[in-house]
């Protein structure tokens, strides 16, 4: 960076900071206006007094003297705005403009015997009493707001700025600065030493990593212009602005590394930090500075997640998935410790309208109560493994509503539980079901598992056992989503399977060409041959139940005849 460039951007740090801690200064440019009016009035105030001349004001005749006070007051109130917003340098500006008055009062009075200036005289004296109680009171007042401003936008550990200082920086940075890249940081296991060291060390810690970065921010040691906050535990921002290149942005973000991890000696301790680096830039990521913290926080997620604590990890669109993610498995995690986790149950009917049974569909809200979409949650769930608990509180769930069905009387009703690949392998899960049927006294061939047929690719003997168990206990087994993903006719034909379910991609065609409509007539006819009954999924208009009644589908579920319900309603529909 050229001499020229480094000045003008020290001051505009040393300025920012200023302004984060104190407040932003009234304009220096209606200082200069104050005292401008403050002199047009004061001149008018002699002129007037002296002139015997009248203006009309509504056709009335008016002296120009009536006018002596209106502007004396105008003038006054031009100095009370110079005390009040400008308080040091406007209460001593103030006081020598009425001080150099005195002396031509005095004269006039005195040497030349005018006793009109009189009351000038008491009038100045008046005004210079009014402003240095004013000024006095002002400036307890002004340290008192400082004083709250400075514990609101500092960090009180190590006196850093904190994450409302740095809000209010960025939004003033962006306005006249070309580049500024933000830099999340978040310590490598510091959770560690607080629960072997304790907190006091911990502490400490954080106070010596706050004065080594502030004191490269503050000696200029990376010529760039960088500010450190802390914004929570062992959360830091970097902000580095007045840059030129990669390699400068490169260079700052290394120093402030080199000296996280420069050994640091506490208490005769050792200690060697390293933490997660993630940034983003302004304007090339994105043109609005609160965006700009979350990407660059959610570069950092993608370090944490691969465990990169050797670079910082520039921001990218697709860093934002991951750390949605995150927040949904959170939720879902959240949902299952606080038995949130709920279902709905889609009706399912033959082709003549009698109802079959249900589907039970998990479901789950956000903290406001909105609904998070399956699409959403489920994938994820099955990512994390939480995919199991689901199923399971679902299964539960369906086991009770069939309970409460047959209290009201005998029905042949089925009850459709998905359960995920993954899940049906385990070990545990047989047991499970086993357990939460007996507990329930329910009749187990009132109830369906739903598997998909990617399940026989991945360990076909393990799930063609855990299938046959599954048929063994009397429960039905029902093949999702038939047609996507890896359909294969052998081992539709080796799966102990009762029902087969189209998927609604191929119904929602179904009607568009001969070729689709032949499509879906064919896996009817296949399934049937395997001694399958088969289900349509998605069916959503008059026209598909038409097309699927002459092919011989045996049921349909689809929101042309009824969407997910809320269990009592779902319970409503049962006679
Ligand atoms: P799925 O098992 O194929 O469930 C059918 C999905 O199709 C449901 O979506 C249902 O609401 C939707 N659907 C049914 N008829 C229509 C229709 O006419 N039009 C439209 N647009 N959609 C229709 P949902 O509830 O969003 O569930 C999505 C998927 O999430 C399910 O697909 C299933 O694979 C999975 N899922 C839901 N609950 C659970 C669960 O408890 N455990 C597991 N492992 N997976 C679940
Ligand atoms: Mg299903
Ligand atoms: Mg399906």
Redesign the pocket.
Known sequence: MDKDKLKSGRKKRDLALKNISYGQDTPKGFFVLFIALYFIASFLVVNASRSSGTIAVFGLPVPLSAFVGIFSSIANICIIFLVVLYSKVGYFTSLGILATQFPMLIITIVKIGNLTSIPGLFGNLVTIIAITIIFVKNNSINKYQQSIRRQAVTDNLTGLPNRFAIDELLSNLVKDTDKITVVSINLHNFKSINETMGRNAGDKVLIELATRWRKIADTWATMTSDYIARIAGDEFLLIIAEYDSQSELDNTIAMYKSELERKMTIDDCDYYLTAYFGYSEFPKDTEDYKVMIAYADAAMQEAKRKDNTNSAVRFLPEHLDVKKNKEIEDKIRTALDTNTVF??L?PQYDMDKSLRGF?????MRDSDGAFI???EF?PIA?NTGL?DK??LR?FTLAVEFLEKLLEKGDNDLVIS????VR?LMKNDFLKDIKSIIESHNVPADHLEI?ITESIMIDSAEKALQCIQEIKDMGIKIAI??FGTGYSSLSYLNILPADIL?I??SFIDVMNDSESSKQYVSTIISIGHILNLKVIS????SPDQIETLKTNNCDFI????WG??LPPDEAEKLVV
């Open positions: 279902f709905y889609q589907e039970a569909l998990a479901r979409s399956p699409a489920i099955e995919i689901i199923d679902v539980v998905n359960v995920s899940h739903e999702d989503d379910k998927d609604k999924e998605g069916v959503e579920q689809g929101f042309v969407r997910p």
